[in-house]
T-cell receptor
Framework: AQSVSQHNHHVILSEAASLELGCNYS??????LFWYVQYPGQHLQLLLK??????LVKGIKGFEAEFIKSKFSFNLRKPSVQWSDTAEYFC???????????FGQGTTLQVKP | DAEITQSPRHKITETGRQVTLACHQT?????MFWYRQDLGHGLRLIHY???????NKGEVSDGYSVSRSNTEDLPLTLESAASSQTSVYFC??????????????FGEGSRLTVL
């Protein structure tokens, strides 16, 4: 079955620290890849996405992600986190043979001021 | 601005009761989805629809049903609520065809507690 795995369930960082959240998926075909963010008390919103082309994609608020096809990975990065980045982050994959979006378990990021 | 609205935002019900969660979108999207969010499980797909009169089961559809009588609405019904259905429910929509950017637009969620 197709699945998405996020390695870190809970990450605690201090402001200005660098962030990398891991995401791996299990599907051998073409995929679209997404990172969504859910700020406390809010709905999910798109952070960035990859469809094709440059495997390094940039999103909002200084986030970026790199698609490494050989590793089935789509890790999220930010060079310097802020307290306002405290949120839950979800990796999601949409296999090309289905319109469904499959989400990972989510990673809770807590940034200490 | 286009949006998705869910109601109620919070509901407490008793085991065995029927519950309906409403979802209304003004994006004019053909594709609509219901997810439940639980700690440790992320978001899991319950049901989805690719257009009027079209409904499909997701990975956790047991105990839930949906109907799609128009483009704007996809109500989710719990036929006989169980404590295991205590969760936060999110409705989402996405454009189809040439308008499909892949992005899902989410409602603000409905928190359901089954006692």
């Amino acid at each position: 079955a197709q699945s998405v795995s996020q390695h870190n369930h809970h990450v605690i960082l201090s402001e200005a620290a660098s962030l990398e959240l891991g995401c791996n998926y299990s599907y051998g075909g073409t995929v679209n890849l997404f990172w969504y963010v859910q700020y406390p008390g809010q709905h999910l919103q798109l952070l960035l996405k990859y469809f094709s082309g440059d495997p390094l994609v940039k999103g909002i608020k200084g986030f970026e992600a790199e698609f490494i096809k050989s590793k089935f990975s789509f890790n999220l990065r930010k060079p310097s986190v802020q307290w306002s980045d405290t949120a839950e982050y979800f990796c999601a994959v949409r296999p090309s043979n289905t319109g469904k979006l499959i989400f990972g378990q989510g990673t809770t990021l807590q940034v200490k001021p | 601005d286009a949006e998705i609205t869910q109601s109620p935002r919070h509901k407490i019900t008793e085991t065995g009761r029927q519950v309906t969660l409403a979802c209304h979108q003004t994006w004019n999207h053909n594709n609509m989805f219901w997810y439940r969010q639980d700690l440790g499980h992320g978001l899991r797909l319950i049901h989805y629809s690719y257009g009027v009169q079209d409904t499909n089961k997701g990975e956790v559809s047991d105990g839930y049903s949906v109907s799609r009588s128009n483009t704007e609405d996809l109500p989710l019904t719990l036929e006989s609520a169980a404590s295991s259905q205590t969760s936060v429910y999110f409705c989402a929509s996405r454009a189809s065809g040439t308008g499909d950017t892949g992005e899902l637009f989410f409602g603000e969620g409905s928190r359901l507690t089954v006692l």
